[in-house]
């Protein structure tokens, strides 16, 4: 009886589960690992330190809950990889400006982290 045609509902860029709200976090939480670094800011060091250590924190904890939820997304599998890469590269290439990494180390790891998404994309 409604008369007109149905309601368009636009389809869902992700779901916003508690999951991929802590990939985003994550993703968040890259620039003030940076800005903590290189700011000078005070209690920089540790700062960053926290925030990374609350990062990885999230990366464990967003998969062990979409796994026991049933809430694996596509989102979640493209953007958890990715928020890892940002946050472990943003901090390395920081360190490398600061002098505190030689750079070979920083490409040495950096190359690895690529080198494993790769063959777990062909895999």
Wanted: hydrophobic share 55%.
């Amino acid at each position: 009886m409604g008369g007109g045609p149905p309601a368009y509902s636009a389809p869902e860029v992700f779901p916003l589960n508690l999951p991929n709200t802590l990939t985003l976090l994550r993703i968040l939480l890259v620039p003030v690992v940076v800005v903590a670094l290189l700011d000078e800011t005070p209690n920089g060091d540790a700062i960053a330190a926290g925030v990374f250590a609350l990062a990885a924190l999230t990366d464990g904890l967003d998969g062990w809950i979409a796994r026991n939820r049933g809430e694996i997304t596509t989102f979640g599998k493209l953007m958890d990889p990715l928020a890892d890469k940002l946050l472990v590269t943003a901090a390395l290439v920081s360190l490398v400006s600061l002098g505190r990494l030689e750079a070979w180390v920083a490409m040495v790891i950096i190359a690895r982290e690529f080198a494993v998404t790769g063959l777990r994309a062909v895999a």
